[in-house]
């Protein structure tokens, strides 16, 4: 593969604060110089002043494949990150079979490399078969490439459970992730409790579910040591309680999902069912307090929460329609919204979806630094588009953000200085 070296650009990394106009050039798949050194032979592309940050590590999505592959396979979810700049990409382990085996979580390592535009990285199911009673083989499955232990969309609900398995990664490095619902208050709940509810008939879900299960999860977490990550954190109230346990110095890390930060309860409307998610919107003071929380620092990094599904588990009464919204194509846009609104600068946003994460996950990536790999994003922060469902990138097209219209556009990604979109 030919040495590429990127003119005319505004490289921007979050890691070191450098953001300057700029030229890099690539060579065997990574940053060799960030001074613009002529290389003779080298494929010359001029960035047109755009911006060249590090590709995009999304912490959290959940695919079709393996058992599921109707709603989406590792093929059409790579051209989907590779449209949002997503280089990088932590994947959940509630498919069918649930990765709680490590010939399972090396066939999804070796999947996303098949790709040739995407790392995966399995999260290994916390307990076998995501079901929330035996633990899994931590040891076996770490050794396999897991990056942390989860049962994805499933909370882990008993609190011995919890307190073993937060026991037990601690001794492999690793983290638990959890999902932040108490169970049996959250039931059978399609949105969050309140007069909106009451007003359409829905079975409510009380936003108290997500703060409980933090509360249990932070006590569990000062009692053994571990390392425990809330995932999607949605209301103001688990946002006071992880302020708080950070500064009390435990180990405790949160992510949200674009979903949280620009759409309330009131994206649902007349029962639409694109907006039907878990955790389920919230209302607007909510939506404020995580917005308030990623400009404060509370918020480790924002994930796509990527969760394929087709018409047939949409086109349901909402009560009875699957959770769940894509967002592979739509996590740099809708970020960058805050951005333009003025209640995140453009390096800490860009932190929050490169560094912040592999640094949560412990790997070699979000970097824009001389001997990195060349995983690169190219992007026009202020080149507008409209979100079509239907016209996404990718199989998956159930976006909560039909009809938004954005500013920020990725023109071109690249893996291991690769071009592999635009």
Not at 209 to 227: K, P, Q
Not at 405 to 413: M, N, P, Q, S
Request: aromatic share 4%.
């Amino acid at each position: 593969m030919r040495d590429l070296l990127i003119t005319n650009a505004r490289l921007l990394n979050p890691a070191s604060g450098l953001d300057a106009p700029g030229a890099l050039l690539v060579s065997g798949g990574r940053i060799a110089s960030l001074k613009g050194a002529p290389a003779e032979g080298a494929e010359v592309l001029d960035a047109g002043g755009a911006i060249l940050c590090p590709g995009l590590v999304d912490m959290r999505a959940a695919l079709g494949e393996p058992g599921a592959e109707h709603r989406e396979t590792i093929a059409s979810a790579a051209q989907a990150a590779a449209a949002g700049g997503i280089t990088t990409l932590a994947v959940l382990p509630d498919t069918n079979p649930a990765l709680d085996d490590p010939a399972l979580v090396e066939f999804m390592i070796r999947r996303g490399e098949a790709t040739g535009s995407l790392t995966l990285l399995p999260y290994a199911a916390a307990t076998k078969g995501c079901a929330g009673k035996e633990l899994s083989e931590y040891g076996l499955l770490r050794e396999a490439g897991a990056v942390a232990f989860t049962d994805g969309k499933h909370a882990i609900g008993p609190a011995r459970t919890m307190r073993l398995a937060l026991s037990y990664a601690r001794g492999f490095g690793a983290m638990v992730v959890q999902h932040p619902e108490e169970p049996s208050l959250a039931g059978q709940g399609a949105a969050t409790e309140g007069e909106l509810a009451t007003r359409l008939g829905l079975p409510g879900m009380p936003a108290a579910a997500e703060a409980i299960m933090v509360a249990r999860d932070i006590a569990l977490a000062r009692l053994t040591g571990g390392h425990v990550h809330f995932a999607h954190v949605s209301t103001a109230a688990a946002l006071d309680l992880i302020r708080a346990a950070k500064e009390e110095g435990l180990r405790v890390t949160c992510d949200t999902a674009p979903p949280y930060f620009d759409l309330n309860e009131t994206a649902i409307g007349d029962f639409r069912t694109y907006a039907k998610l878990s955790p389920p919107l919230r209302a607007e003071a909510d939506r404020l307090a995580v917005v308030a929380a990623l400009a404060d620092g509370t918020i480790d990094a924002i994930a796509s929460d990527h969760q394929p599904r087709d018409a047939d588990d949409k086109r349901l009464p909402f009560a009875q329609a699957e959770a769940g919204g894509a967002g592979l194509a739509t996590l740099l846009g809708v970020t960058l919204a805050r951005v333009h609104g003025g209640d995140i600068s453009l390096r800490d946003a860009l932190a929050l979806l490169t560094c912040r994460p592999a640094a949560l996950l412990g790997v070699e990536a979000g970097h824009l630094k001389e001997g990195a790999p060349a995983d690169l994003c190219l992007v026009a922060p202020d080149r507008a588009w409209q979100v079509r469902d239907g016209a996404l990138p990718g199989k998956a097209q159930n976006s909560p953000f039909d009809g938004r219209a954005l500013e920020g556009r990725v023109l071109a990604t690249f893996k291991a200085g690769r071009r592999v979109f635009g």
